[in-house]
Each structure stands twice: as structure tokens, then as C-alpha cells.
């Protein structure tokens, strides 16, 4: 099943990104989830809504490398 299939059964799939990480970011979403995808690629995604009708919106789909510079995460 494709990622995108399993946002729309479950907008909580994936793994949510500590508020402080998040501010690195600087995005302007109030949360922010993370899938892990093959080949070391990241979608980073952000829920809207309310019990009624619930948005997933993705913001972006980047490699490893663009992943560890949007939250400052450096090579050791």
C-alpha cells in the first residue's frame, strides 16, 4: 500500500516531530509528521482539521542530506 493511501485511513502514521525540532524547521505549520520512505527519502506532512473533517497536507519529499539540514542535524 502506497504512503499516500495510508495518510488517508490514518493521518497519524507517521512520527511526530518534536515541537523544539520544529522550530528549526521554520515552517510555518503548528505540527509536523514525518514517513520514513525507500532509498533514505523523508515525507514531512502537517494535520489540519478538526474531529469532523481532517486535512493532511504534504509539505515536502527530500533525501536524507535535505532532511538532516532543515532540522540542524550535522555528520559525525
Not at 495518510?7 to 515552517?27: A, C, D, E, M, R
Not at 523523508?42 to 482539521?49: A, C, F, K, Q
Not at 474531529?51 to 532532511?67: G, K, N, S
Request: proline share 3%; hydrophobic share 35%; aromatic share 14%.
Amino acid at each position: 500500500m502506497a504512503k499516500a493511501e495510508l495518510l488517508k485511513t490514518n493521518s497519524q502514521y507517521g512520527v511526530q516531530i518534536p515541537k523544539k525540532l520544529l522550530k528549526k524547521t521554520g515552517l510555518p505549520v503548528t505540527n509536523l509528521w514525518k514517513v520514513n520512505l525507500t532509498g533514505y527519502w523523508r515525507m514531512l506532512y502537517t494535520i489540519v482539521g478538526d474531529r469532523v473533517e481532517v486535512f493532511c497536507y504534504v509539505l515536502e519529499i527530500c533525501d536524507h542530506r535535505r532532511y538532516d539540514r532543515l532540522f540542524g542535524y550535522r555528520k559525525k
